[in-house]
Protein backbone atom coordinates (compact mmCIF):
# COMPACT_ATOMS: atom_id res chain seq x y z
CA UNK A 1 0.00 0.00 0.00
CA UNK A 2 1.19 3.76 -0.07
CA UNK A 3 1.75 6.33 2.41
CA UNK A 4 -1.00 8.29 2.02
CA UNK A 5 -3.42 4.82 2.30
CA UNK A 6 -1.79 3.66 5.06
CA UNK A 7 -1.81 7.08 6.65
CA UNK A 8 -5.19 7.23 6.55
CA UNK A 9 -5.82 3.64 7.29
CA UNK A 10 -3.98 4.43 10.67
CA UNK A 11 -6.04 7.08 11.31
CA UNK A 12 -9.43 5.24 10.91
CA UNK A 13 -7.92 2.52 13.17
CA UNK A 14 -7.83 5.08 16.11
CA UNK A 15 -11.41 5.32 16.01
CA UNK A 16 -11.06 1.65 17.08
CA UNK A 17 -13.09 0.97 20.09
CA UNK A 18 -11.46 -2.28 20.96
CA UNK A 19 -7.71 -3.64 19.74
CA UNK A 20 -7.84 -6.01 17.60
CA UNK A 21 -6.26 -9.46 18.42
CA UNK A 22 -2.69 -9.44 18.98
CA UNK A 23 -1.13 -13.66 19.38
CA UNK A 24 -1.46 -15.91 16.27
CA UNK A 25 -4.15 -17.99 17.31
CA UNK A 26 -6.83 -15.14 18.20
CA UNK A 27 -5.76 -13.42 14.48
CA UNK A 28 -6.32 -16.84 12.78
CA UNK A 29 -9.75 -17.70 15.15
CA UNK A 30 -11.14 -14.08 14.32
CA UNK A 31 -10.35 -14.56 10.45
CA UNK A 32 -11.65 -18.43 9.96
CA UNK A 33 -14.80 -16.55 12.12
CA UNK A 34 -15.04 -13.87 9.02
CA UNK A 35 -13.97 -16.15 5.97
CA UNK A 36 -16.30 -18.90 7.64
CA UNK A 37 -13.75 -21.66 7.10
CA UNK A 38 -10.10 -22.73 7.25
CA UNK A 39 -9.52 -23.43 3.23
CA UNK A 40 -10.54 -19.51 2.72
CA UNK A 41 -7.99 -18.46 5.30
CA UNK A 42 -5.78 -20.92 3.97
CA UNK A 43 -5.93 -19.64 0.14
CA UNK A 44 -5.78 -16.07 1.95
CA UNK A 45 -2.69 -16.04 3.67
CA UNK A 46 -0.69 -18.65 1.00
CA UNK A 47 -0.47 -21.44 3.72
CA UNK A 48 -1.58 -24.99 3.99
CA UNK A 49 -5.06 -25.51 5.34
CA UNK A 50 -3.49 -28.08 7.89
CA UNK A 51 -0.89 -25.16 8.79
CA UNK A 52 -4.22 -22.78 9.85
CA UNK A 53 -6.18 -25.47 11.91
CA UNK A 54 -3.30 -25.86 13.79
CA UNK A 55 -2.75 -22.32 14.71
CA UNK A 56 -6.94 -22.18 15.69
CA UNK A 57 -5.57 -24.89 18.12
CA UNK A 58 -2.60 -23.52 19.10
CA UNK A 59 -0.39 -25.89 18.39
CA UNK A 60 1.12 -23.21 16.35
CA UNK A 61 2.33 -20.07 18.60
CA UNK A 62 4.90 -18.25 16.59
CA UNK A 63 4.12 -17.56 12.72
CA UNK A 64 7.11 -16.63 10.59
CA UNK A 65 7.98 -12.94 10.10
CA UNK A 66 6.28 -12.44 6.80
CA UNK A 67 3.14 -14.63 7.41
CA UNK A 68 2.95 -12.49 11.18
CA UNK A 69 2.70 -9.24 9.03
CA UNK A 70 0.42 -10.55 6.74
CA UNK A 71 -1.90 -12.17 9.25
CA UNK A 72 -1.91 -8.53 11.09
CA UNK A 73 -2.51 -6.60 7.93
CA UNK A 74 -6.02 -9.49 6.98
CA UNK A 75 -7.37 -9.16 10.19
CA UNK A 76 -6.79 -5.36 10.30
CA UNK A 77 -8.38 -5.06 7.20
CA UNK A 78 -11.59 -6.61 8.60
CA UNK A 79 -11.49 -5.28 12.04
CA UNK A 80 -14.71 -3.48 13.57
CA UNK A 81 -16.26 -2.42 10.02
CA UNK A 82 -18.97 -0.45 11.20
CA UNK A 83 -16.75 1.66 13.49
CA UNK A 84 -14.52 2.32 10.73
CA UNK A 85 -17.60 3.17 8.50
CA UNK A 86 -18.75 5.36 10.90
CA UNK A 87 -15.19 7.49 11.40
CA UNK A 88 -14.77 7.64 7.72
CA UNK A 89 -18.75 9.26 7.35
CA UNK A 90 -18.52 11.60 10.42
CA UNK A 91 -15.12 12.82 8.67
CA UNK A 92 -16.61 12.86 5.33
CA UNK A 93 -19.71 15.08 6.56
CA UNK A 94 -19.09 17.19 9.29
CA UNK A 95 -15.51 16.36 11.20
CA UNK A 96 -12.79 16.93 8.32
CA UNK A 97 -9.51 15.47 8.54
CA UNK A 98 -6.16 17.32 10.11
CA UNK A 99 -2.96 16.41 7.86
CA UNK A 100 0.29 16.59 9.82
CA UNK A 101 3.04 16.60 7.29
CA UNK A 102 6.94 17.88 6.70
CA UNK A 103 7.47 17.80 3.39
CA UNK A 104 8.63 19.90 -0.07
CA UNK A 105 6.15 22.26 -0.59
CA UNK A 106 6.08 24.92 -3.16
CA UNK A 107 3.65 26.14 -5.76
CA UNK A 108 3.18 28.25 -9.07
CA UNK A 109 2.21 31.64 -9.30
CA UNK A 110 2.60 34.84 -11.12
CA UNK A 111 6.14 36.31 -11.52
CA UNK A 112 7.11 38.16 -8.76
CA UNK A 113 6.67 35.83 -5.78
CA UNK A 114 8.31 33.78 -3.57
CA UNK A 115 6.73 30.30 -5.31
CA UNK A 116 10.17 28.44 -4.39
CA UNK A 117 9.64 24.68 -2.42
CA UNK A 118 10.90 24.61 0.21
CA UNK A 119 10.74 22.56 3.32
CA UNK A 120 7.77 23.60 5.81
CA UNK A 121 6.05 21.33 8.72
CA UNK A 122 2.01 22.08 8.70
CA UNK A 123 -0.76 20.51 10.49
CA UNK A 124 -3.73 21.64 8.74
CA UNK A 125 -7.17 20.87 9.45
CA UNK A 126 -9.32 20.17 5.77
CA UNK A 127 -12.78 20.63 5.35
CA UNK A 128 -14.63 17.21 5.16
CA UNK A 129 -15.53 17.35 1.71
CA UNK A 130 -11.63 16.77 1.26
CA UNK A 131 -11.71 13.65 3.67
CA UNK A 132 -14.52 12.86 1.47
CA UNK A 133 -12.52 12.82 -2.12
CA UNK A 134 -9.60 11.29 0.26
CA UNK A 135 -11.38 8.44 1.63
CA UNK A 136 -13.51 8.16 -1.70
CA UNK A 137 -10.36 7.91 -3.90
CA UNK A 138 -8.94 5.48 -1.28
CA UNK A 139 -11.67 3.14 -1.99
CA UNK A 140 -11.69 3.22 -5.55
CA UNK A 141 -7.84 2.18 -5.67
CA UNK A 142 -6.10 5.09 -5.70
CA UNK A 143 -2.31 5.75 -6.33
CA UNK A 144 -0.04 7.26 -3.86
CA UNK A 145 0.15 10.25 -6.69
CA UNK A 146 -3.71 10.59 -6.83
CA UNK A 147 -4.32 10.95 -3.22
CA UNK A 148 -0.85 13.11 -3.12
CA UNK A 149 -2.69 15.49 -5.90
CA UNK A 150 -6.21 15.29 -3.72
CA UNK A 151 -3.95 16.05 -0.12
CA UNK A 152 -2.24 19.19 -2.50
CA UNK A 153 -5.12 20.53 -3.65
CA UNK A 154 -6.79 21.08 -0.05
CA UNK A 155 -3.09 22.50 0.59
CA UNK A 156 -4.03 24.45 -1.49
CA UNK A 157 -7.34 25.76 -0.92
CA UNK A 158 -7.14 26.12 3.09
CA UNK A 159 -3.18 26.70 3.80
CA UNK A 160 -2.35 29.12 0.56
CA UNK A 161 -5.50 30.84 -0.51
CA UNK A 162 -7.27 30.40 3.15
CA UNK A 163 -10.52 29.85 1.92
CA UNK A 164 -10.44 32.47 -0.94
CA UNK A 165 -9.10 35.61 1.16
CA UNK A 166 -5.78 35.53 -0.57
CA UNK A 167 -3.45 34.18 -3.12
CA UNK A 168 -5.81 33.80 -5.77
CA UNK A 169 -3.95 33.65 -8.95
CA UNK A 170 -2.66 30.71 -6.76
CA UNK A 171 -2.60 27.65 -9.59
CA UNK A 172 -1.03 24.81 -8.44
CA UNK A 173 0.40 23.18 -5.32
CA UNK A 174 3.59 21.10 -5.83
CA UNK A 175 3.78 18.62 -2.87
CA UNK A 176 7.19 15.99 -2.93
CA UNK A 177 9.62 14.72 -0.83
CA UNK A 178 7.72 13.68 1.98
CA UNK A 179 9.38 13.52 5.38
CA UNK A 180 6.55 13.02 7.50
CA UNK A 181 3.05 12.28 6.95
CA UNK A 182 -0.28 11.62 9.49
CA UNK A 183 -3.92 11.77 8.88
CA UNK A 184 -6.11 12.31 12.19
CA UNK A 185 -10.43 12.36 12.55
Known sequence: M???????DAAVQKAFTRPAPKNAGAQMRYLVKQLKGTRAVARMLRISQRTVERYVKDQ??????????????????RWQPQIRAKARQKAATT??????????????????TTDENRLRHLTVALPPRYAARLFDAQEQGASDQQLRQIAAEALKEVYFQD??????????VRFTDIEHL???L
Open 95 to 112: GGIVIDTRARIGYTAPIG
Open 2 to 8: SLFGNGL
Open 163 to 172: GGRRAGQLEE
Open 60 to 77: IKKPRPDLAARLENEVKK
Open 182 to 184: EFD
